[in-house]
Nanobody, 125 residues
């Protein structure tokens, strides 16, 4: 079992920044890949970013590439999502997820076994 808790969401103006955190407990954190997904009202959940077990590999959705940065601190059992140059279209509930079946970064939501409860990010224009 893995328990994930996101934090750091909030309301920010367009062009601003937020840093999301996801604290994990349960299994050994450094043994699995992590990812961030988001879901806007009326839309399907979509991939945002993923990171391998040691942070050596990362993937990003085209819509956030160059603006968002995923990182992890295995000593703190935490994964981060630094979001810069935020746009109103980034408004969504953001979820972190753990993929126990692989140490490699993956964009497939079906590869993730555990999900957090989500944190709301709202970007005003």
């Amino acid at each position: 079992q893995v328990h994930l808790v996101e934090s750091g969401g909030g309301l920010v103006q367009a062009g601003g920044s937020l840093r999301l955190s996801c604290a994990a407990s349960g299994r050994t954190f450094s043994n699995y890949a992590m990812g961030w997904f988001r879901q806007a009202p009326g839309k399907e959940r979509e991939f945002v970013a993923a990171i391998s077990w040691n942070g050596g590999n990362t993937y990003y959705a085209d819509s956030v590439k160059g603006r968002f940065t995923i990182s992890r601190d295995n000593a703190k059992n935490t994964v981060y999502l630094q979001m810069d140059s935020l746009k109103p279209e980034d408004t969504a509930v953001y979820y972190c997820a753990a993929s126990l079946g692989t140490t490699r970064a993956t964009m497939k939501s079906t590869s993730y076994d555990y999900w957090g409860q989500g944190t709301q990010v709202t970007v005003s224009s």
